[in-house]
């Protein structure tokens, strides 16, 4: 590789985004640099591996390039020394700074730095302002008040110069300066001209709005405060180098009560301990961390694998406890190398933080400050509280009784009888309120066994509700032994068929629950009522749909009276039944009038349950989303508190249909919220959701914020596919909050992931996505690259249109990349492409035909190869007219007019130029340019009063 080449690579790579990236692509220069021996070549790349190692979040090895630089500067002067003293100077800052982070170097060693520095400044000339503010930093860092408060006087006095820290750093210290020393009025009023300028350095605003967070908290600015918690932590979040300030957003969402997303932030950055820029922002991050984990009560971590540890769920307290033993562990070994106690003592308070004052909403997943779920104490782990057990939090003051009353004088029939009807009136309190009175009452009493099985089966469907289908299965089984030892043969067939249900929900005993339903839906035919035979065969509806035999089980509800034997709320329920049997049969429009029906009903016995589940029905089956929104709309007002969650999130998803977004956002985050409150799975698949509909609602910022939780999430459940999707649509919120970078990580890593040849074209679209935001940042080099990679995917794909469209877009970037060898190559390959396609008439193979012409054409004519880049384009315009390409035929047509001019053929260009100019948008780009040229080939027809007057008509200056 020659040295041009070289240096080329070296403009690319200041060109990277800083990161691992970038420093990887420096150490393989440097070693390239090392053999060419270009003296001029190695000083400038290790000056840009210093900064790199900076920002990179290397800066250890910053200072070996340094010190290089500096060596190779004092030992042999050189000319080009010179033209880049300004930055070594500039340098000298990270390094007083650097140092100072690691306690293995020597505090002498930052002074000396210090004292080098401030030599070279007076040599230069320059003012000792950046060296004041520096010394204030390692006196504030050992804890030395008065000297700190000596230098920041001198710092704020000595007038600033080209090599003072930027207007938006220099306040950012003097801020958190004033904010440590209790002035946070100051502070605050010290930012607001900072903040309402125009701030370009790449730690800002994010640093000065980190530093503005205790502040504006402290000042009763809460809004400002949550605000800028949003803007600088979306600016740090992807930066290893910013570790420190992210320990200090972790550190105010504790403060502010959001536990929660303290620990979403300290489980985002955790791993960042493993490889961390400095021990300094790992002492930081680790105390901040450990503050929050404390706060989050008895809940696992993810942690994700390194070196010699696998990925796991972790303890949230003996995770804190580890973190509190790395930062007070490091806090001593800075204590050591200072000779003073303040790191420590520092340590020690971050680690005591915890939530004070008013709660600040900081999420945009979640509205309120969620209440961590809690389970009941049970006799057996993770098994739901019965009635009896509800009854002793009763008696024991931990819980509250049921409001209905029950007759006082009810003996133990009565209040089971009381019981069952209220269950099939879907009247849960007073369910739950007859039981308790039962246990109160008569729960130590010798009871018949007759009675006993009827408490066993009622306890049992208590179990079923809360999910506890084994306990439920195991309590049927005793009510149905019971039963028959007491003679009760329907009783017993009733609670078998509710017995063969629940086993028909699992994956061993299906068969089992199949007979049993059948067998008692047979006894109750023959020796049930009305409503006992309907209930019967509702049963063996039900298990058959568990086992999705969909047309049988609508055989069996066809055996139901119309009237389910006198029971309305039974009646509702099969029409429910009936519904959601002809939805999966596609049977759409009497699964809709089924679902009406028992909206119907529910509306006219008043039961929530059954509006609510007919509500939901009905939505999914309409086709106006409108009608879909209305339905969820009654279901929400109608449903039991435990059914608001799948309301809410059918109800948001049918705003959106509705291009309602607004109004979704405000449902998907309620949605999210009860999640997080009730502590259900599935919160991350509806903060995808919910990214999703900001990002539809322009909302970007909010968007990527959501979106990120979402990734984690899904990360976290093992859910690859799922959360790839999410990080595709994050990548290009990041694009549209002009965050280039991250977007770029984001489609490099899916890029990555779909690394399987079932995944070609996705990879590909990945590919091209990220080659079209490089493109678009005039990083063209880069975009070619992407482009080719995007190119090659589709070829190993088998989808040769959109291959020839990814090489076309290669030949532009590296037309505008000015490597004209690469562009000619990629013509070739584009015109080999195009010959295979050649003679298909579909429009989007004409289309990318007709456009992979025109960038041949320009490519030629870059390289002054004029008469074949016009060759190139006959017929061309026609065909893009004939598919209605209307634009994009009048922009060939003025290459063709500009190939023309530049040929010296003006007056076949004139017509042509006069064509598009008239066919183009008023105030166009294209009408500029193609009036520029038309007036130029009057020029030439000897023509001035006519070109003047073109000139005057779109305000075009003779020399442009």
Known sequence: MSDEDLWRVLRGIADMPYGAGQIAALEQLLRRVDAADDRHLAFVTRMQATTGYIYGGEPAKSFVTFSWCLSEFDRDPQPYHQRHLHQLLWHFKYMASGLLKFPEVPLDRTYAVLDDMERRYRAGGHSLQAVHKHRFRVAEHVGDVEAAAHWYRLWQTTPRDE????????????????????????????????????????????????ALLLPYLRTGRAEEARDAHREAYRRLRGNLADLWDIADHVE??????????????????????????????????????????????????????????????????????????????LAARFDARNGTSQQSEWIARRLAVQASGEHVPLSASVRRRPARPTRPVTDEPGTPASSTERAERVRSGKGERPAVAVPADAGPDDLLDLAEQSWGRHDRATFRAALVAFDDRFGSAELPARTSAH???????????????DGAIKLNRAAVELYREAGEEVAAQTVAGRLGVLLTRSDEETEEGLLLAREAAEVLDRLGDAGQRAAGHDRVALALLHR???????????RVPADAGGDRHLAARIALHRGHLLEQLDRVDEARAAVDEARRIGRDLGVGEVVTGAGLAYARLVDDPADAVAACDEALEAAPADAELPVRVARARALLAAGRAPDAVDDFVEAVTLCVERGAEGDAFLRWELANAYRMVGRLAEAAEVAEEAVLGLDRLGAQAEADRCRHLLAGVYAGLGEIDPALALLEQLASNLDGPDNLPHRAQ?????????????????????????????????????????????????????????ALRAVEVVDGLAAKLAGQADPPVLYELALAAEAGARVL????????????LTGVPDRLRSIEAFGEAAQVEALIGELLLRLDRPAEAEPLLRRVLGGSPAASRQVRQTAWLLARVLDLLDRPTEAAALRAEHDLDEDD
């Open 163 to 210: 090599l003072s820290d930027c207007a938006g750093c220099d306040p950012t210290s003097q801020v958190s300066y004033l904010a440590d020393t209790g002035r946070d009025a100051e502070a605050v009023a010290l930012a607001e001209p900072v903040l309402a300028g125009r701030l370009t350095c790449t730690e800002q605003p994010q640093a000065i709005l980190t």
């Open 252 to 329: 105010f969402c504790t403060l502010t009560g959001n536990e929660a997303r303290a620990v979403e932030l300290v489980e985002r950055h955790l791993d960042w301990l493993d490889r961390p820029p400095s021990p300094a922002a790992a002492m930081h991050f680790a105390a901040a961390a450990s503050a929050a984990l404390r706060q989050a009560g008895p809940s696992t971590v993810y942690r994700r694998a390194a070196e010699g540890r696998p990925a796991a769920e972790v303890s949230a307290a003996s995770l804190a406890d580890e973190l509190a033993e790395t930062a007070a562990g």
């Open 455 to 469: 408490r066993l089966a009622l306890r049992a469907s208590e179990r079923g509700d809360e999910d506890d289908i």
């Open 548 to 558: 999705e035999r969909w047309a049988d089980a609508l055989a069996a509800l066809d």
């Open 766 to 822: 990945v590919l091209e996505e990220a080659g079209g935001i490089l493109y678009d940042a005039d990083r063209d080099a880069a975009a070619g690259e992407r482009f080719a990679a995007a190119a090659e995917a589709y070829r190993l794909g088998d989808l040769p249109l959109d291959e020839l469209r990814a090489r076309r877009r290669e030949t532009y970037a590296w037309l505008w990349a000015d490597d004209r060898d690469a």
């Open 861 to 872: 004519t870059g390289a002054d190869r004029l008469d074949e880049a016009l060759g190139r």
